[in-house]
T-cell receptor, first 115, second 108 residues
Framework: EAGVAQSPRYKIIEKRQSVAFWCNPI?????LYWYQQILGQGPKLLIQ????????DSQLPKDRFSAERLKGVDSTLKIQPAKLEDSAVYLC?????????????FGPGTRLTVT | GQQLNQSPQSMFIQEGEDVSMNCTSS?????WLWYKQDPGEGPVLLIA?????ELTSNGRLTAQFGITRKDSFLNISASIPSDVGIYFC????????FGTGTSLTVIP
């Protein structure tokens, strides 16, 4: 079974530029998450989709971040304009229900460096 | 939001030694999860705990769900070089919360 795919793996941009990340979840997984992981910290949830609807975006900085999952499969996360503090790894995860919780499968992440 | 604090923050051990790390929360969780993250990869689930006091093993890994439901412990026995990585606890609440992480280095 193919895992969660993310691209690009690495991106370097200057502050105030725009950037977009792409995620293809595991086939059949209805729930998709985007996380931001700053160096030395645990992942922090940015947004959660159930199919193509947003379940939770309370921690998404909406003045500069946006995300969509138009057909309930692939998703894109965009930052416009980027700030230095956006340098982080952006992880995508998709879930299936496993027992009493949703087991999340993570992609390899996109490492963003803002200079 | 809820905070999950892990200790120690980092560990440097000799191959073959046992490792213990813990995670504490300001709130109660009904499920505790332990993940490992290798460099350049996303976290991978190691162990899931479902009820207070539960002790669960997965090979050389053993994890316990604290009786207060506010903490959990992970032990790794007879460490090997491939145990290197960052270990995160996590708790599903109204959203998914990850701990601060414990970085493990195993010296051959």
């Amino acid at each position: 079974e193919a895992g969660v795919a993310q691209s690009p793996r690495y991106k370097i941009i200057e502050k105030r530029q725009s950037v977009a990340f792409w995620c293809n979840p595991i086939s059949g997984h209805a729930t998709l998450y985007w996380y931001q992981q700053i160096l030395g910290q645990g992942p922090k949830l940015l947004i959660q989709f159930q199919n193509n609807g947003v379940v939770d975006d309370s921690q998404l900085p909406k003045d500069r971040f946006s995300a969509e999952r138009l057909k309930g499969v692939d998703s894109t996360l965009k930052i416009q304009p980027a700030k230095l503090e956006d340098s982080a790894v952006y992880l995508c995860a998709s879930t299936e229900f496993s027992g009493s919780f949703y087991e999340q499968y993570f992609g390899p992440g996109t490492r963003l460096t803002v200079t | 939001g809820q905070q999950l604090n892990q200790s120690p923050q980092s560990m440097f051990i000799q191959e073959g030694e046992d490792v213990s790390m813990n995670c504490t929360s300001s709130s109660i969780f009904n499920t505790w999860l332990w993940y490992k993250q290798d460099p350049g990869e996303g976290p991978v689930l190691l162990i899931a705990l479902y009820k207070a006091g539960e002790l669960t093993s997965n090979g050389r890994l053993t994890a316990q769900f604290g009786i207060t439901r506010k903490d959990s412990f992970l032990n790794i026995s007879a460490s090997i070089p491939s145990d290197v990585g960052i270990y995160f606890c996590a708790g599903p609440g109204n959203q998914f919360y990850f701990g601060t992480g414990t970085s493990l280095t195993v010296i051959p």
